[in-house]
């Protein structure tokens, strides 16, 4: 029966998946959703209306945020294929109940393949010839001689001018339906995940000429195989980036090759398919689903045939498309999370604080530009010095950075880590140890987009009368008095605290990205007299002509002495209002809960509080003996419930607490300052500069990172090095290997750890070549490590080989 009316997925169905794979109530989910489409941000949901969603933290509802649009497009996607077949023609009860029950964008699509519009094929060829007859005579009746029924069909008409061209019209039609089976494509696609692997070999001239130097850096992949469910995402990246430069070849194989005796089998060879070998479980599902089977009737040879081509030319070529899209997928949305993951840890880095501070941008030719910045992060005073080669102007520096430590009382020093970055450190330690009296201290800072906010539109209305190399120096200033409010200020993009990031979606990562900038801005909380415009950006309910907004009344009428004066800004109206005003701060201003994190309709609520304490609000504020007195259910009531007055008796109790860790700083060894100064053994503070997933990157203070691997990182198993570490921790690591030739340092923060005396008296990188192939894939299978996997309860000594094998890949990986 035609099918005229179709309905959309409910969105109580929509809620209710979310629900269970959230593990949370449908109820929560339905009030996240409603708040969520009503305007309200993750951060406002989150802090505020606990009592709605039942306490779903920003996580839960980022979760949610996410999948909820991913479902929603999937019913914009199945609502525009039920209308396509329907419109076809050919739609009907059980194909609409099917369309409807399809969970996932890959299962939906599966089932529209028949339906898709598509240019004419084979198949569709040969039913305009009239050859469907024929084809369904042949899968239904195997007793049929294929060769004698065809000759019925011979048309030359038609153009079908003899019996080998009947039956090959015959075997298209039937190919085309053996490989657009939704539930079997289905099947095997699964089949193929879980028995398949990849192959990565080198491309045939890759390791000469001008690919010399790209096969180096791909070197682990030359000779490769690994199963697809046991690959981690940087693999994964880094195999499809070793194939996008064209030196490496990837094949994807159905089934891995049998293991018997521990003899290795004979290769597929490069470029080769696994077809070629007949993968007989693949061929022989299918020919169960069609019910063909080799029981000697004449068309049984002729439809066994059939299947061989089905797989080998329709479906593996499918399935193999499939994959590598799901491996990408997966290998992309790790990554994304792993550059949030550093992004969110770089911008909640502990704040040097309101202090007088000066910024050096190291460089060798052109000079060590320096700005110096006041306590609120005003330009005071700028310079260019010239102490290093070729004009190596060393005293007259060190005279030019006293006079302007003096002159403006500069507290700290902040180096970019950048070229000559080692070089202008000694200088500033130089000038510690020389000049006693300022008091200052000197602190290695990440440099990563200060070029890219030196050249933008911001910094040019910002720092109009500066140069643009002048503005780097302070943009390398403020982030260390404030990280999070100098790095709002740059495209997240640029920061460069992520693995493979110019091969990830742009949209995917722009979108994970501004969510953990609006995450953290609103974790801490905006003085609002004082934060820049893309600061304010980010809080939330205020974007970027809001923002513009403030800040011009501002600066016309002043600083803001409350947050109700806030309303008297131009179009920030009572939903802005209500999303903004907790997140705002307003430090000494005519109501000291202007201060904190409460939000103004919770001041009610304060005010019964502070009745009950029997005390003023100056007086009860910070003070958790007055406090701890009383009980917060004694002042729920049908708006605030426990949640709400909760947290705001640990706001009273810190009121405008900075959840950011204290500002502490490495002391890095003072005789070691390059590489070749290493040395396996030693034992040396860092501070961790970024986290990947097979390991983090140390600074030790020699102008190079160290890879700490995560094999090394505990004495029990790791799984994600951020549980360990994380940007701008600041570690005690032992070298374990130096290999000055390719500026490459391995560390461990296991201390007791062993360092090999092949490692203490050779180059550290000899004999250290890595497993591949299928004998890597048994040593993994059999727990061992290979390379950037470790294993738990692995012994002192046995990071040494992973090691290798992971600084050869952090030139690549990083």
Request: glycine fraction near 8%.
């Amino acid at each position: 029966m035609s099918v005229h009316a179709t309905q959309a997925t409910p969105p109580s169905s929509i809620n209710q998946r979310i629900a269970e794979e959230l593990d949370v109530g449908v109820g929560q989910v339905r009030a996240a959703v409603e708040l969520l489409d009503g305007g309200a941000s993750v951060p406002f949901v989150a802090r505020y209306r606990k009592e709605a969603t039942g306490a779903l933290d920003d996580a839960q509802l980022r979760q949610l945020e996410e999948r909820l649009r991913y479902l929603r497009e999937l019913e914009e996607r199945r609502d525009t294929i039920l209308e396509s077949i329907r419109d076809q023609g050919k739609l009907d009860d059980a194909l609409a109940a099917q369309i409807r029950a399809a969970d996932s964008k890959a299962r939906l699509e599966d089932i529209y393949l028949p339906y898709k519009p598509k240019r004419r094929t084979k198949a569709q060829i040969a039913r305009e010839a009239g050859l469907e007859p024929l084809a369904e005579l042949l899968l239904g009746d195997p007793s049929t001689d294929p060769k004698v029924a065809a000759g019925d069909y011979v048309n030359e008409d038609a153009g079908i001018g003899d019996v080998t061209a009947a039956l090959a019209g015959a075997r298209a039609i039937l190919v085309e339906r053996f490989s657009e089976d939704a539930d079997l494509t289905g099947e095997l696609r699964e089949r193929m995940w879980e028995r398949g692997r990849i192959v990565s070999r080198l491309r045939a001239g890759g390791a000469d000429g001008a690919q010399a130097q790209a096969a180096q850096r791909f070197a682990d992949y030359h000779e490769f195989a690994e199963s697809f469910g046991s690959l981690p995402s940087h693999r994964v990246l880094a195999l499809f980036r070793g194939e996008k430069e064209e030196v490496l070849d990837l094949t994807l194989e159905p089934e891995e090759p049998a293991e018997s005796a521990g003899e290795e089998q004979p290769d597929a060879g490069a470029g080769t398919s696994r077809a070629d070998t007949a993968p007989s479980g693949y061929e022989t599902r299918i020919a169960m689903r069609f019910g063909i089977g080799d029981r000697g009737r004449p068309a049984d040879r002729w439809l066994l045939e059939t299947v061989r081509w089905a797989w080998r030319t329709r479906i593996l070529l499918r399935l193999t498309v499939d994959i590598r899209m799901r491996l990408w997928q997966a290998a992309e949305d790790e990554a994304v999370g792993v550059f949030a993951g550093n992004l969110r840890d770089l911008l909640l880095a502990a704040p040097a604080g309101a202090r007088p501070t000066m910024g050096l941008d190291p460089a060798y030719r052109t000079g060590v530009k320096v700005a110096v910045v006041d306590a609120t992060g005003r330009v005071v005073d700028t310079a260019t010095i010239y102490p290093h080669q070729p004009q190596g102007r060393w005293a007259q520096a060190l005279s030019t950075l006293a006079t302007l430590a003096q002159k403006h009382t500069v507290e700290l020093v902040a180096v970019g880590n950048g070229t000559a970055s080692r070089e202008t450190d000694q200088l500033a330690r130089e000038l510690s140890r020389t000049h006693p009296d300022l008091g200052l201290s000197t602190v290695m800072v990440s440099e990563a987009g200060a070029s890219v906010y030196s050249a933008s539109d911001y910094a040019t209305r910002e720092l109009p009368d500066l140069d643009v190399s002048l503005r780097g120096a302070v943009s390398i200033a403020r982030r260390l008095q404030d990280p999070l409010a100098e790095l709002v200020k740059i495209d997240p993009k640029s920061i460069g605290v992520g693995q493979y990031q110019h091969d990830l979606a742009e949209t995917k990562l722009s979108r994970s990205l501004d969510a953990v900038v609006e995450d953290c801005v609103n974790a801490v909380g905006v003085d609002v007299n004082t934060s820049s415009v893309p600061l304010l950006t980010r809080v939330s309910g205020i974007g970027s002509a809001l923002a513009q907004a403030i800040v011009t009344h501002r600066d016309t009428h002043g600083p803001f002495a409350s947050r109700a004066q806030l309303r008297e800004v131009p179009r920030l109206g009572p939903k802005a209002f209500e999303q903004c005003a907790g997140f705002l701060r307003i430090p000494n201003g005519s109501d000291p809960l202007d201060a904190s994190g409460v939000h103004p309709e919770s001041y009610p609520v304060v005010r019964r509080i502070v009745a009950a304490a029997g005390s003023d609000l100056t007086s009860l504020l910070g003070s958790r003996s007055a406090l701890r007195r009383l009980r917060p259910a004694d002042f729920t009531d049908e708006t605030f419930g426990l949640p709400t007055v909760t947290d705001i008796f640990a706001e009273l109790e810190k009121p405008g607490r900075d959840p950011r860790p204290e500002f502490r700083t490495a002391q890095f060894d003072e005789g070691v300052t390059t590489i070749g100064d290493l040395a396996p053994g030693m034992i040396l503070e860092g501070v961790v500069t970024n986290v990947a997933a097979f390991g983090a990157f140390v600074d030790v203070g020699v102008h190079q990172d160290g890879l700490v691997h995560i094999s090394a990182m505990s004495t029990s198993f790791v799984e994600d090095p951020r549980t360990v570490v994380r940007p701008g921790t600041v570690v005690r690591v032992k070298v374990l290997a130096v290999d000055t030739d390719r500026s490459r340092i391995s560390l461990t923060l296991r201390l007791d750890d062993e360092v090999s005396a092949a490692d203490r008296d050779q180059d550290p990188s000899a004999g250290a070549a890595a497993p591949s192939g299928r004998s890597a894939q048994r040593r993994r299978k059999r727990g061992g490590g290979s390379g950037d996997s470790g294993g738990a309860g692995a012994s002192s000594s046995a990071p040494q080989g992973a090691m290798a094998e992971a600084l050869r890949r952090a030139g690549l990986e990083r």
